[in-house]
């Protein structure tokens, strides 16, 4: 069955009739055994789809391709429209023989070694196909003989691998198929049922539901109207609304009135921070307690999630995890447990996973289609390698929430760019001798590849000027004519079915090589969506050693096409964050249609809870810095005198932060300073925070756009300032020009030049960011502190919010004084 068929969702055709694809009821209801382990579909599915072509266009005469089926019946009182497409229909030839289906299924290894429960519910798809048949054929001329009441279903294996068809032909009777549909069919409306039930709860009290807090702050009725009108209309939204507003209640609020009002079925939230995801637990706890009946899925990375990882379970000889097997028998009463739960948080499946021994991340996957609302991170709506197929389905109306927006256009970039890596594919190739030989050999064809890439490379063109001492670099820009090397893309394709015949006799590759099999997928996938906004980087090492490191690189420059396709899913998208400045240069990165509108609101605070201070006699530029260092000092040492407390000073670099840190120790040794270190994990990150709690005076040094520096609230004490070191330029490097370049070949001058969209605008947006973790609430108040004289550039200026009351400081000395009157300490 297709992609789009076994995940399309069933709707209401009307009032009374129940309209659902084949796919659909093959794959909840007749699904047994074992969770099966699948390489990604991207480059096996395009084999697949061949091969489906090449035996079609085989058919003798007469017969018919992709032959459309729907059908009408009755089951438990309940009308309901069947459909799907059968791969081959062979019209009852005489009256000695009946009529065929054939269905296509591609693999990689001989049938007789597929799971069982995978031929199973390959057979089940094709007797629904055949039960459909004898429907459909009913409704017209009246059946004269027996073998009108039989149909023959052939299976047509194909391996792939060999290049060689195994066909399966059965025959059943009209009773034989009846029973076996009306089986799968009262199960699913069983589950329908409860499902309609929990939507009712959830439509009635939604409708029922009031604010959840006694007024609007200022500019939040505003931006709930704006979201409601996009989530009833249908199209996109961009929203810049400051720190305080309330943009999760704001969003959320409107789209659960739409919920109620079936202007949207399901609604999905975006987040890039687990902070994000706090919030919106907390704003749908609060709903819940004034009476909402909505449930709420949270899916969790998978390894963040994967009970093997966190060492409740251990996999075997094979590589394969026991909650894995017989998955499928014992999903029905997780299910059924977890439908209408208000908060199906990661902790909560875990529960019921772990009692029913389920691998919880694919039990999360299993429920999506049965929530109202879906909180993931961007890479599941937007990712070509990970997004969910069941978001993509176009038969159900869903609405699009993007929490911190301004993350997205790097976010997709990066999701859209592969890098393949010689060295780490050798060490692959090594893992898997003596276990894997086969697949060994496939690696160490790929390692080969990518050497012969680099020799043809140095007798063709001449490299460029690396940044990197003792590389060569040589950069393509891919059209029609110039594509990723072909020899590579085939050894990798060698790989991709290697382990996907693993998979298929319910075997596994090495763990140890799953991040390096993630990255060949992913460069296979791009490898195919490249366009002319992506560049082909190869990089090559010139020192004389036995074992050169050698990359190729398809780096994505700007995924606003992507984005714009996945936007077109969804019924209604609105984008939102507290820094989407200026719009022409956001509209450019995130794909949005040039009639978005686009909602500007003030902040909801007090103008005089933030004072903000330009101190232009610092240079924070690169060859400056060392002077500088002493400025940097003494202005932090002023800041943090004027009123002893929680202060972070945010740098552009690691290497510059220590060189400030080290002076700061130097001559305020009294004080004591913490610093954030690269790599950090989770733990000492939360170490780290613990410092800036209510009644410390803690001095910390840390990364503008860093973990510190957004997606944490800072509320009250927490944090009384913040000093902002230069302007936020991301490090100049090659990839850093590549993209500077394409944007002033592209001339697009209403959003700026190519220096503002690869360097200015997201230095801003840094800045920005990081200056809004100071005032988080009503009571706050503190002081931000721009360090570099270019904020008051022109350029600059033009994207300050509009609540900054900007007071310019020309020494230390007007410093400390405009801070003792803010604080009233004069």
Same mark, same amino acid.
């Given at each position: *069955?297709?992609?789009?068929?076994?995940?399309?969702?069933?709707?209401?055709?009307?009032?009374?009739?129940?309209?659902?694809?084949?796919?659909?009821?093959?794959?909840?209801?007749?699904?047994?055994?074992?969770?099966?382990?699948?390489?990604?579909?991207? !480059?096996?599915?395009?084999?697949?789809?061949?091969?489906?072509?090449?035996?079609?266009?085989?058919?003798? &005469?007469?017969?018919?391709?992709?032959?459309?089926?729907?059908?009408?019946?009755?089951?438990?009182?309940?009308?309901?429209?069947?459909?799907?497409?059968?791969?081959?229909?062979? !019209?009852?030839?005489?009256?000695?023989?009946?009529?065929?289906?054939?269905?296509?299924?591609?693999?990689?290894? &001989?049938?007789?070694?597929?799971?069982?429960?995978?031929?199973?519910?390959?057979?089940?798809?094709?007797?629904?196909?055949?039960?459909?048949?004898?429907?459909?054929?009913?409704?017209?001329?009246?059946?004269?003989?027996?073998?009108?009441?039989?149909?023959?279903?052939?299976?047509?294996?194909?391996?792939?691998?060999?290049?060689?068809?195994?066909?399966? #032909?059965?025959?059943?009777?009209? !009773?034989?198929?009846?029973?076996?549909?009306?089986?799968?069919?009262?199960?699913?409306?069983?589950?329908?049922?409860?499902?309609?039930?929990?939507?009712?709860?959830?439509?009635?009290?939604?409708?029922?539901?009031?604010?959840?807090?006694?007024?609007?702050?200022?500019?939040?009725?505003?931006?709930? $109207?704006?979201?409601?009108?996009?989530?009833?209309?249908?199209?996109?939204?961009?929203?810049?609304?400051?720190?305080?507003? @309330?943009?999760?209640?704001?969003?959320?609020?409107?789209?659960?009135?739409?919920?109620?009002?079936?202007?949207?079925?399901?609604?999905?939230?975006?987040?890039?921070?687990?902070?994000?995801?706090?919030?919106?637990?907390?704003?749908?706890?609060?709903?819940?307690?004034?009476?909402?009946?909505? =449930?709420?899925?949270?899916?969790?990375? +998978?390894?963040?999630?994967?009970?093997?990882?966190?060492?409740?379970?251990?996999?075997?000889?094979?590589?394969?995890?026991?909650?894995?097997?017989?998955?499928?028998?014992?999903?029905?009463?997780?299910?059924?447990?977890?439908?209408?739960?208000?908060?199906?948080?990661?902790?909560?499946?875990?529960?019921?996973?772990?009692?029913?021994?389920?691998?919880?991340?694919?039990?999360?996957?299993?429920?999506?289609?049965?929530?109202?609302?879906?909180?993931? /991170?961007?890479?599941?709506?937007?990712?070509?390698?990970?997004?969910?197929?069941?978001?993509?389905?176009?038969? $159900?109306?869903?609405?699009?929430?993007?929490?911190?927006?301004?993350?997205?256009?790097?976010?997709?970039?990066? *999701?859209?760019?592969?890098?393949?890596?010689?060295?780490?594919?050798?060490?692959?190739?090594?893992?898997?001798?003596?276990?894997?030989?086969?697949?060994?050999?496939?690696?160490?064809?790929?390692?080969?590849?990518?050497?012969?890439?680099?020799?043809?490379?140095?007798?063709?063109?001449?490299?460029?000027?690396?940044?990197?001492?003792?590389?060569?670099?040589?950069?393509?820009?891919?059209? /029609?004519?110039?594509?990723?090397?072909?020899?590579?893309?085939?050894?990798?394709?060698?790989?991709?079915?290697?382990?996907?015949?693993?998979?298929?006799?319910?075997?596994?590759?090495?763990?140890?090589?799953?991040?390096?099999?993630?990255? #060949?997928?992913?460069?296979?996938?791009?490898?195919?969506?490249?366009?002319?906004?992506?560049?082909?980087?190869?990089?090559?090492?010139?020192?004389?050693?036995?074992?050169?490191?050698?990359?190729?690189?398809?780096?994505?420059?700007?995924?606003?096409?992507? #984005?714009?396709?996945?936007?077109?899913?969804?019924?209604?998208?609105?984008?939102?964050?507290?820094?989407?400045?200026?719009?022409?240069?956001?509209?450019?990165?995130?794909?949005?249609?040039?009639?978005?509108?686009?909602?500007?609101?003030?902040?909801?605070?007090?103008?005089?809870?933030?004072?903000?201070?330009?101190?232009?006699?610092?240079?924070?530029?690169? +060859?400056?810095?060392?002077?500088?260092? /002493?400025?940097?000092?003494?202005?932090?040492?002023?800041?943090?005198?004027?009123?002893?407390?929680?202060?972070?000073?945010?740098?552009?670099?690691?290497?510059?932060?220590?060189?400030?840190?080290?002076?700061?120790?130097?001559?305020?040794?009294?004080?004591?300073?913490?610093?954030?270190?690269?790599?950090?994990?989770?733990?000492?990150?939360?170490?780290?925070?613990?410092?800036?709690?209510?009644?410390?005076?803690?001095?910390?040094?840390?990364?503008?756009? @860093?973990?510190?520096?957004?997606?944490?609230?800072?509320?009250?004490?927490?944090?009384?300032?913040?000093?902002?070191?230069?302007?936020?330029?991301?490090?100049?490097?090659?990839?850093?020009?590549?993209?500077?370049?394409?944007?002033?070949?592209?001339?697009? =001058?209403?959003?700026?030049?190519?220096?503002?969209?690869?360097?200015?605008?997201? @230095? *801003?947006?840094?800045?920005?960011?990081?200056?809004?973790?100071?005032?988080?609430?009503?009571?706050?108040?503190?002081?931000?502190?721009?360090?570099?004289?270019?904020?008051?550039?022109?350029?600059?200026?033009?994207?300050?919010?509009?609540?900054?009351?900007?007071?310019?400081? +020309?020494?230390?000395?007007?410093?400390?004084?405009?801070?003792?009157?803010?604080?009233?300490?004069?």
């Amino acid at each position: *069955m297709n992609e789009r068929e076994r995940n399309s969702t069933p709707v209401a055709s009307d009032s009374s009739t129940l309209s659902l694809s084949i796919g659909a009821l093959v794959a909840f209801a007749c699904r047994s055994g074992d969770l099966l382990g699948n390489a990604p579909s991207g !480059p096996s599915a395009q084999e697949g789809i061949r091969a489906h072509q090449k035996l079609q266009k085989k058919r003798p &005469p007469g017969s018919e391709a992709e032959y459309r089926l729907e059908v009408h019946c009755l089951c438990e009182e309940q009308s309901v429209t069947l459909s799907g497409r059968v791969d081959i229909l062979h !019209p009852q030839a005489d009256l000695h023989r009946p009529a065929q289906l054939d269905e296509i299924k591609t693999t990689y290894c &001989p049938p007789e070694r597929l799971p069982e429960s995978l031929r199973q519910l390959h057979w089940a798809q094709l007797k629904m196909y055949g039960y459909c048949y004898l429907l459909q054929q009913r409704g017209g001329d009246s059946w004269s003989t027996a073998n009108d009441e039989r149909v023959a279903l052939q299976m047509l294996w194909h391996n792939l691998k060999e290049k060689k068809t195994y066909p399966e #032909l059965r025959e059943f009777s009209r !009773p034989e198929l009846e029973s076996f549909a009306k089986a799968a069919l009262s199960q699913y409306l069983q589950w329908h049922r409860n499902w309609q039930q929990h939507r009712a709860q959830v439509r009635d009290s939604a409708r029922a539901l009031s604010f959840p807090f006694p007024e609007y702050r200022p500019g939040q009725r505003q931006l709930a $109207v704006a979201a409601y009108r996009c989530l009833r209309d249908g199209g996109e939204l961009l929203v810049e609304a400051p720190t305080g507003i @309330g943009k999760t209640v704001s969003t959320l609020f409107p789209a659960i009135k739409a919920l109620a009002e079936e202007k949207v079925e399901q609604l999905v939230y975006l987040t890039a921070k687990n902070s994000g995801r706090q919030v919106v637990r907390e704003t749908l706890s609060r709903l819940h307690d004034s009476g909402l009946k909505l =449930s709420l899925l949270e899916i969790q990375a +998978r390894d963040k999630t994967c009970a093997c990882s966190l060492g409740l379970c251990s996999r075997d000889a094979d590589g394969i995890c026991p909650r894995t097997q017989g998955f499928f028998d014992r999903l029905p009463e997780a299910r059924r447990q977890l439908l209408g739960e208000p908060l199906l948080t990661p902790d909560v499946i875990a529960v019921v996973a772990d009692r029913l021994q389920l691998c919880p991340f694919e039990l999360s996957l299993q429920m999506l289609p049965w929530v109202d609302l879906v909180v993931c /991170d961007f890479n599941y709506v937007f990712d070509p390698l990970v997004r969910l197929t069941a978001l993509q389905d176009q038969g $159900v109306c869903r609405a699009l929430l993007v929490d911190e927006a301004h993350n997205l256009s790097d976010r997709a970039r990066s *999701m859209y760019t592969a890098l393949l890596n010689r060295a780490d594919s050798r060490r692959a190739a090594a893992a898997c001798k003596g276990s894997h030989p086969a697949l060994q050999r496939s690696i160490q064809s790929l390692v080969r590849a990518l050497g012969n890439w680099v020799v043809q490379l140095r007798e063709r063109k001449t490299p460029q000027k690396s940044s990197s001492e003792n590389t060569d670099l040589w950069v393509a820009t891919l059209s /029609d004519t110039e594509r990723p090397p072909e020899a590579i893309t085939r050894a990798a394709l060698k790989v991709v079915a290697a382990v996907t015949q693993l998979w298929e006799q319910s075997q596994a590759p090495p763990e140890s090589i799953g991040d390096w099999l993630k990255a #060949l997928y992913r460069y296979l996938c791009i490898e195919q969506l490249a366009s002319q906004d992506h560049r082909c980087l190869t990089r090559a090492e010139t020192r004389d050693t036995h074992w050169r490191e050698q990359q190729l690189k398809l780096l994505c420059l700007n995924a606003a096409h992507f #984005l714009q396709q996945c936007f077109r899913q969804f019924h209604a998208v609105i984008a939102f964050s507290a820094t989407l400045r200026p719009a022409a240069y956001i509209y450019g990165q995130l794909g949005l249609q040039a009639q978005t509108p686009y909602l500007q609101l003030p902040s909801p605070f007090r103008l005089e809870q933030l004072g903000v201070y330009l101190c232009p006699y610092v240079d924070t530029r690169y +060859r400056a810095r060392h002077r500088a260092s /002493d400025a940097l000092v003494d202005m932090v040492a002023r800041v943090y005198h004027s009123r002893p407390g929680n202060y972070l000073v945010f740098f552009p670099s690691y290497q510059f932060l220590r060189q400030v840190a080290k002076r700061f120790a130097e001559r305020f040794a009294e004080i004591p300073l913490l610093q954030q270190q690269p790599g950090a994990d989770d733990s000492e990150r939360a170490a780290f925070l613990e410092h800036f709690s209510e009644g410390r005076r803690s001095l910390g040094f840390a990364i503008m756009g @860093g973990v510190f520096g957004e997606g944490v609230d800072y509320v009250g004490e927490q944090l009384v300032g913040a000093i902002l070191v230069g302007v936020g330029l991301p490090q100049m490097n090659e990839e850093q020009e590549l993209l500077r370049q394409a944007f002033d070949n592209a001339g697009n =001058s209403s959003a700026g030049d190519g220096f503002d969209i690869a360097y200015r605008y997201p @230095g *801003m947006t840094r800045v920005l960011q990081t200056a809004g973790r100071v005032i988080r609430t009503e009571s706050d108040r503190g002081v931000v502190i721009l360090a570099d004289y270019r904020f008051a550039d022109p350029f600059y200026r033009a994207l300050h919010p509009q609540h900054w009351q900007l007071h310019t400081c +020309r020494s230390g000395e007007a410093l400390s004084r405009e801070l003792n009157h803010f604080w009233g300490t004069e």
